[in-house]
């Protein structure tokens, strides 16, 4: 799995390793193969945050993060090749204030958001009571899996 920050926008190597490992985790139980997956992540202000959310999702104001992807769901994806996953763009400010919200660490809640955005890459909605149901379920099954599921902070 490789993953492509935008310049100057790298994290903390231990936040790096943790998205990986929630990015194979999600990949793996969706049946991909994780070793020719590649996604980028950017980081940006409101601002920037809101515009992308007018302009492509139709809704004026801030949010926490964004998906772009490259396919409609997994069954979509090439069986071999390069993969190209898509797009994650998360705002940190946001982030942070969520973070302090849930009372949990600014870490936790960059890789919660960086995982339910991989879900949605890979094709994961939450328009329907169920289609949200199934992926909060998984985004739990794999915070959980990196030790940093709800019972582990306390919530």
Do not use: W
């Not at 799995?1 to 935008?6: A, G, H, N, P, S």
């Not at 926008?9 to 231990?14: H, L, P, R, T």
């Not at 943790?18 to 409101?46: H, N, Y």
């Amino acid at each position: 799995m490789e993953i492509y920050f935008e310049d100057g926008q790298a994290v903390s190597e231990e936040i790096r390793k943790t998205m990986e490992r929630a990015a194979c985790r999600c990949l793996e139980t969706e049946g991909v193969d994780g070793q020719r997956a590649e996604l980028s992540v950017t980081f940006v202000d409101p601002e920037e945050i809101r515009v992308l959310n007018r302009d492509y999702r139709g809704v004026d104001k801030v949010t926490d993060v964004l998906s772009f992807p490259q396919f409609e769901g997994a069954d979509e994806m090439p069986q071999q090749g390069e993969l190209c996953l898509g797009d994650v763009v998360i705002c940190r400010e946001k982030a942070a204030g969520q973070a302090e919200e849930f009372g949990h660490s600014f870490e936790r809640e960059i890789i919660y958001l960086f995982t339910h955005s991989v879900l949605h890459l890979l094709g994961y909605d939450h328009m329907t009571d169920e289609d949200k149901r199934q992926m909060r379920q998984r985004e739990e099954e794999v915070m959980e899996y990196l030790g940093i599921g709800r019972q582990e902070n306390g919530q």
